[in-house]
C-alpha cells in the first residue's frame, strides 16, 4: 500500500512512502514533468545508480528500454514499484488501468473505460466535448484531468456543470472560448460553501431573473466592500444587506437550477473571476421603496433622503427606473397596508427638476457630507455612486 504525499498542500510534496511505515519503509521522490508526471524517480539513497526513469506517450502509454533508443543503463525499465505513473494517477498492475477517482483511464486507448455524465460539460460549440469517453479533450500535451471528470464548476451563466467529488470546498467558473478551443477554467478563490450564500444573497436583493441587474447588485456590492476593505461575503452578511437572516445563512443548492439562481450565481462569478464593473462606480442601489416612498414613507423620508446632502438622477436613468417599477406595479403599491403612488410627489414636482429634465434634490440632511449620483437603472433597481 502507498501511502502518497504529493497532492498541493501537504507538507511534503512529490513523495511516496511504500512499504506501510516502520523500518521497512522506502522513500521515492518523483521529478515531475509540466503535466505531473513522474519522469524521474529517486530512492531514499540518493544514489544516481537507483534512479530509475519514465517517458510516456501523450495519452500515458509508457515507452520502455529498447524504444526510441532508450536503455535500462539509463534507468529504463528498473522496478520501482513506484504506482503513481501517468499525471501521478495511480496504475494497476494487472488492467493497466490508471484510477482517476471516479472512473479509469485506458492509456493505451486514449480514453476513459467508462462515459462522463452526459450534458454535464458538453458544448454545441467544442465537438471535442461530445465524447464522453475522450480524456482532456483529446489535448493531453498540456491538460490533465484531475479526477475523471472537470469538478466543481459553473458555466458563465451561472449553470452548474457537476462536482469532482472532493471535498475541497473550491468553486470554479468554466468560460467558452471560440473555435472548438478547450474552456479556460477559472479558480474563483473563494470557498464554494461562501459562493453560493453570496449568490443566494444577490437573488435575494435584485428579485429578479434579470441577468444585468444580479451582475450590477454583485458588483455593486463588490465596490462597497473593497471601499470599506471587507470581504464580500462579509459585507453582505452585515446590515449592508436587507436580506433575512435565513438567506444570509444558507446558500442556493447546485442543483437549483431556475433563471433566478442561473442569474445570480453568474453576476457573482463575473466579481470572482475578475470581469470588469459594469456599474461606474456605484456602491449603493435601490428598488420600489426609493420611488414610492420618496418623503415619506413609513419611516418619514426614504433613508437616501436622510443620509445624503443630494440626489442626482439623469432623465434617461429615471426613466428606465420608473418604467420599469410600473410596468412591474402599475401606478401605486402598498406596504405595511398604506398605500404609496409611484413615483411620490417629490420625484413629480417640476422644482426638483433642472432644465435638461435631470432630477436633483437638496436634502438637507444636517449630519450627512456626501451626495448620491445615479449610474444606471437595471430592472427593478437603481443604482448609485456615492460623491
Known amino acids: 500500500?502507498?501511502?502518497?504525499?504529493?497532492?498541493?498542500?501537504?507538507?511534503?510534496?512529490?513523495?511516496?512512502?511504500?512499504?506501510?511505515?516502520?523500518?521497512?519503509?522506502?522513500?521515492?521522490?518523483?521529478v515531475t514533468d509540466h503535466l505531473g508526471t513522474p519522469r524521474m524517480i529517486v530512492d531514499q539513497t540518493g544514489s544516481l545508480a537507483g534512479v530509475s526513469r519514465h517517458d510516456y506517450l501523450p495519452f500515458g502509454e509508457e515507452l520502455l528500454a529498447g524504444t526510441g533508443g532508450r536503455t535500462t543503463a539509463q534507468g529504463y525499465g528498473a522496478t520501482d514499484n513506484v504506482r503513481q505513473q501517468f499525471t501521478q494517477k495511480e496504475r494497476d498492475n494487472e488492467t493497466g488501468l490508471d484510477y482517476f477517482l471516479v472512473?479509469?483511464?485506458?492509456?493505451?486507448?486514449?480514453?476513459?473505460?467508462?462515459?462522463?455524465a452526459p450534458f454535464a460539460d458538453q458544448f454545441a460549440n467544442n465537438p471535442q466535448s461530445w465524447n464522453l469517453y475522450a480524456y482532456v479533450r483529446n489535448n493531453p500535451l498540456v491538460m490533465i484531468d484531475p479526477t475523471g471528470r472537470f469538478g466543481d464548476y459553473y458555466d458563465q451563466n451561472g449553470k452548474w456543470l457537476h462536482n469532482d467529488g472532493k471535498k475541497d470546498d473550491k468553486v470554479y467558473v468554466e468560460l467558452q472560448v471560440p473555435l472548438g478551443l478547450p474552456p479556460i477554467t477559472i479558480d474563483l478563490g473563494i470557498t464554494h460553501t461562501q459562493f453560493e450564500i453570496i449568490a443566494n444573497i444577490v437573488r435575494q436583493e435584485a428579485g429578479s431573473a434579470d441577468q444585468e441587474e444580479n451582475r450590477w447588485i454583485a458588483h455593486t456590492a463588490n465596490n462597497e466592500a473593497s471601499a470599506t476593505h471587507v470581504s464580500l461575503y462579509d459585507l453582505l452578511q452585515s446590515s449592508f444587506s436587507s436580506a433575512p437572516d435565513d438567506i444570509k445563512a444558507n446558500g442556493i443548492a447546485p442543483t437549483d437550477s431556475s433563471d433566478r439562481a442561473n442569474a445570480a450565481r453568474a453576476g457573482v462569478s463575473t466579481v470572482f473571476a475578475g470581469g470588469p464593473d459594469p456599474t461606474g462606480g456605484a456602491r449603493r442601489w435601490d428598488g420600489t421603496d426609493f420611488l414610492a416612498w420618496g418623503l415619506h414613507g413609513p419611516y418619514g423620508s426614504h433613508a437616501k433622503f436622510r443620509q445624503f446632502t443630494a440626489i442626482d438622477i439623469a432623465s434617461d436613468i429615471y426613466n428606465t427606473y420608473e418604467s420599469a417599477q410600473v410596468a412591474r406595479w402599475g401606478h401605486s403599491i402598498t406596504y405595511s397596508g398604506t398605500r404609496y403612488n409611484i413615483p411620490a410627489a417629490v420625484f413629480t414636482d417640476t422644482a426638483n427638476r433642472t432644465a435638461e429634465g435631470n432630477f436633483h434634490y437638496v436634502t438637507g440632511a444636517r449630519r450627512a457630507t456626501q451626495g448620491l449620483t445615479a449610474t444606471g437603472a437595471k430592472g427593478q433597481t437603481i443604482f448609485w455612486r456615492i460623491n
Open 1 to 30: 500500500m502507498d501511502t502518497s504525499l504529493y497532492n498541493n498542500g501537504s507538507t511534503l510534496t512529490n513523495v511516496v512512502i511504500s512499504g506501510g511505515g516502520g523500518s521497512s519503509a522506502t522513500i521515492h521522490w518523483l
Open 103 to 116: 472512473r479509469y483511464n485506458s492509456s493505451t486507448q486514449g480514453r476513459f473505460t467508462s462515459p462522463d
